[in-house]
């Protein structure tokens, strides 16, 4: 600023600086990330009239904007020298108020760069040696509709485990783990798992592009020998999804890609990457589907498995696999979390004698469930939104995916705890069977899972019915925000456009959505027909094309209007120009369709 004179306001502070709606983000490969902030007074009637933005690295200051005249707190988009994958940068924002006064300045935020070229890559798609996923064939209406398909268990995969062994030296200053699948993972390292994020790599349009994770691993690791681990499921990728059930809707075989790069404080590099060093094994996951269920026997846990001295002599080697990479990028907005945790209200013996814990909620999850008993033993765990008129467990989804279960096989441990990993239910009763002994409701636990969306806004007023249905609308956000913007957590899990064009508003409303559907959005971009048409479901799975068949076409008023009004929505609340700028392709795309079909040409007379 110069040799300017400036009144230092301590009545006013910045804070909550987020970038691309992240605090701290690491991982993205925005090129021109935008930066957002709060500001903080002890007074009312404070408003803001300029800022500044400071960017550095540990080399010094990388941009500076000066003093900006505005008002705006939101989006302002990085015009600065070229970022480099992998560099962190750090940022600061100060502001001047309405009386001219500047505030301190911010303490200081960062973000960093992912993997921004294939050519960073330097890692191989590996599958572990297993059979195909069997493809079933389409389901009809008419079989449907009368359940004359059912689960094909014997068709059901079983999950992958996989590990390989790596040496460090001493010294570590940071380790960044790059990874994403064909299916779903978890990883871990040195027998503790990485990150806390469910489902990864999530639901894309994964025959466009697949996003991958970053992981911060530095404290996971230790000098000398360590392993990563893996353990992989069908997911959205083979398992089933969608109206009709069906598997395989982008592929038949689990596969994994990682990268770990560790850098040390003498400014040396090591690389472990996936290839066919690694080796896999089967485990207590017999199958893992997202609409399923799991079945998982304890009897066949492989104790201490991803640490160095387990002995993994019996496992068997990988393979390296040739996948596009092109199509690789960073995840954007919070991933899919456990949210929160659900106390079960009462244990309920209906009048056919089920015993089924009630959750008092309808929630998107599954269940912890706290157990002993004899080996062998097996229990199943079978989720409903409902119950009957009698009051009996009723399971009112038709489709060869309509089970909802879990099943547990005990090792005859003392004390057994057991929680699925690669699905999850929609449901507020649980029904139980083939537990040993008298069960106490207070050995399960509801865990809700969403995308990690902030609450932003709430109502709440004498009238305690609104003040329900205000609850009641914040718990089906929560249910159909996992991962994209579904109609039910429980049947078809899929992403409805005209749904979603409905309760865009409210949904702006409730909580923090912008990376959210702008994630979403960009699905929809890459599924839009050549011809304009935007699918009724988003990403476009293959069950629906029976859809179009029917109708003879993939769209339909009112669903494909989401890529128009969904942008306009997150415009307005959000102040997000750049979501208008990525979009408008498709909406003049969408609408050019909408008027060479439509058979009153008067409907579309230019305004000016």
């Known amino acids: 600023m110069g040799g300017c004179t400036m009144t230092l306001s301590r009545e006013v502070e910045v804070g909550n600086l987020r970038c691309e709606y992240m605090n701290n983000p690491i991982g993205i490969d925005i090129v021109s990330p935008r930066f957002s902030w709060v500001l ?50 750090y940022w600061m924002v100060r502001v001047w108020d309405e009386r001219g006064d500047v505030s301190s300045w911010s303490e200081a935020a960062y973000w960093e760069m992912g993997l921004l070229s294939p050519a960073d890559w330097e890692a191989k798609w590996i599958e572990p040696e297993q059979r195909s996923v069997i493809e ?33 030296g001493e010294g570590i200053r940071r380790a960044r783990i790059y990874a994403t699948a064909h299916g779903i993972y978890e990883l871990e390292l040195n027998g503790k798992r990485v990150g806390d994020q469910e ?63 560790i850098e040390y404080e003498d400014g040396s590099r090591q690389t472990v990457i996936t290839d066919k060093q690694f080796v896999s094994s089967t485990g207590p996951l017999v199958y893992s589907d997202l609409f399923i269920g799991e079945r998982y026997d304890a009897r066949l846990e492989k104790q201490d498995w991803s640490l160095p001295a387990y002995d993994d002599s019996c496992w068997i080697a990988v393979h390296e696999v040739q996948h596009d990479r092109s199509s690789l990028i960073a995840a954007y907005g919070e991933p899919v979390r456990v949210i929160m945790n659900v106390k079960p209200i009462r244990l309920l013996i209906t009048p056919k004698g089920e015993t089924i814990v009630d959750f008092g909620q309808v929630i998107a999850g599954r269940v912890r469930m706290r157990v002993r008993g004899t080996a062998g ?50 449901f507020r ?87 959210f559907l702008t994630r979403w959005l960009r699905n929809a971009a890459v599924e839009q027909r050549e011809d304009g048409q935007v699918p009724i479901v988003v990403p476009y799975l293959k069950g629906y094309a029976l859809l179009a068949d ?35 392709e498709m909406m003049v795309k969408w609408v050019d369709y909408i008027e060479k079909s439509a058979s009153n040409p008067m409907l579309f007379i230019p305004l000016v």
């Open 40 to 89: 903080h007074a002890s007074r009312r009637n404070v408003w803001q009239t300029g800022y500044q933005i400071s960017i550095f690295n540990a080399t010094g200051t990388l941009w500076d904007t000066g003093k900006v005249e505005s008002d705006s707190s939101v989006n302002y988009e990085y015009d600065g020298p070229i970022l480099l994958s992998r560099h962190r940068y």
């Open 377 to 426: 033993t097996i229990i199943t765990l079978e989720h409903s939104e409902v119950l009957d008129e009698q009051g009996n467990f009723l399971n009112n989804i038709i489709g060869r995916f309509k089970d909802q279960k879990d099943i547990y096989v005990l090792k005859g441990a003392d004390d057994e705890v057991y929680e699925p990993r690669f699905t999850f239910h929609g």
């Open 136 to 168: 079933e064939q389409p389901m009809n209406f008419y079989d449907r509709a009368k359940g004359l398909v059912p689960t094909i268990y014997e068709n059901l995969h079983p999950c992958q485990m996989l590990r390989k062994r790596f040496s460090t």
């Open 199 to 261: 489902l990864a790599p999530e639901m894309t349009a994964y025959d466009r592009y697949l996003q991958y994770q970053t992981y911060d691993v530095t404290e996971l690791l230790t000098t000398g020998v360590n392993v990563i681990g893996a353990i992989l499921a069908d997911g959205w990728y083979a398992g089933r999804v969608g109206l009709m059930g069906d598997n395989c809707q982008y592929g038949d075989r689990q596969a994994l890609l990682m990268q770990m790069e």
């Open 550 to 584: 029917l109708m003879s076409t993939d769209s339909s008023a009112g669903w494909g209007d989401a890529c128009i009004i969904v942008p306009w929505v997150l415009y307005n609340n959000y102040g997000d120009v750049r979501v208008l700028k990525e979009n408008y």
């Open 429 to 515: 009763y649980v029904k139980v069977a083939g537990y040993p002994g008298k069960i106490d409701v207070n050995d399960f636990i509801g865990i809700v899972l969403s995308s990690d969306l902030g609450l932003t806004g709430d109502f709440v007023c004498s009238d305690e019915r609104i003040n329900r249905l205000q609850t009641n609308i914040q718990w089906s956000q929560r249910g159909n925000m996992l991962s994209i913007p579904t109609d039910c957590p429980q049947r078809e899990r899929a992403g409805w456009t005209g749904d979603i064009q409905v309760f865009a508003p409210t949904a702006c409303f409730n909580m923090d959505v912008n990376a």
